[in-house]
């Protein structure tokens, strides 16, 4: 398996501001994911983070919103930019250990006033 | 339509019980079959993956996976209040892109 921390746990921001959410993992992988998890409803994948390339990003979703940064083999950190009462959700940092693992952090919490 | 359909419960069982998880979906390009766990307040965790048709025993736990009928089971044998949880299905085709389930709440009652 694989131990991955986020950071924050939780955070209670204002509409209009940015929050940056940083996922660490124990071991070196080469894939990296950031998933949403809105209130009541399932996960919807956010973006592929790429060791030295530019995010790959799912349908609906865009850099400008969501910037996505991946500086080594352990780490990465998703922004929620200009947020709003919409952007209220869980999100959680995803590696795959194998073809057919994915493992999952904690998740943040975060609520957009 | 969604995907992945997963009836979202609560699926209330008494302890010692067999809980019975089903999904369904319609792309018939999904080859991998994967069960998670999420606790209140938690990360999904991963509890068994497949990509056969046929059954798949871990434990407690069995995975069902029938590609003819895209419908795939979770059966969790001698239930435990430990269980309860939520439990979401997940599935991709070739590639990394996971598709889940919306979740099936379960309560497990001593």
């Known amino acids: 398996s694989a131990v991955i921390s986020q950071k924050p746990s939780r955070d209670i921001c204002q509409r209009g501001t940015s929050l940056t959410i940083q996922c660490q993992v124990d071991?070196?992988?080469?894939?990296m994911f950031w998933y949403r998890q809105q209130p009541g409803q399932s996960l919807t994948l956010i973006a592929t983070?790429?060791?030295?390339?530019?995010?790959?990003?799912e349908s609906g979703f865009v850099i400008d919103k969501f910037p996505i940064s991946r500086p080594n083999l352990t780490f990465s950190t998703l922004t929620v930019s200009n947020m709003s009462p919409e952007d209220s959700s869980i999100y959680l940092c995803?590696?795959?250990?194998?073809?057919?693992?994915?493992?999952f952090g904690p998740g943040t919490r975060l609520t957009v006033l | 339509q969604k995907e992945v359909e997963q009836d979202p419960g609560p699926l209330s069982v008494p302890e010692g019980a067999i809980v019975s998880l089903n999904c369904t979906y319609s792309?018939?390009?999904?080859?991998?079959f994967m069960w998670y766990r999420q606790y209140s307040r938690k990360g999904p965790e991963l509890l068994m993956y497949?990509?056969?048709?046929g059954n798949k025993e871990d434990g407690r736990f069995t995975a069902q996976v029938d590609k003819s009928s895209k419908y795939i089971s979770l059966f969790i044998r001698d239930s435990q209040p430990s269980d309860s949880a939520t439990y979401l299905c997940?599935?991709?085709?070739?590639?990394?892109?996971?598709?889940f389930g919306g979740g099936t709440r379960v309560l497990v009652k001593p």
């Open positions: 997940a599935m991709k085709a070739a590639g990394n892109k996971l598709t």
């Open positions: 792309n018939s390009a999904f080859q991998y």
């Open positions: 983070a790429n060791q030295g390339s530019e995010a790959t990003y």
């Open positions: 071991s070196q992988v080469t894939m």
């Open positions: 497949t990509y056969s048709s």
């Open positions: 995803s590696v795959a250990k194998s073809y057919n693992e994915q493992f």
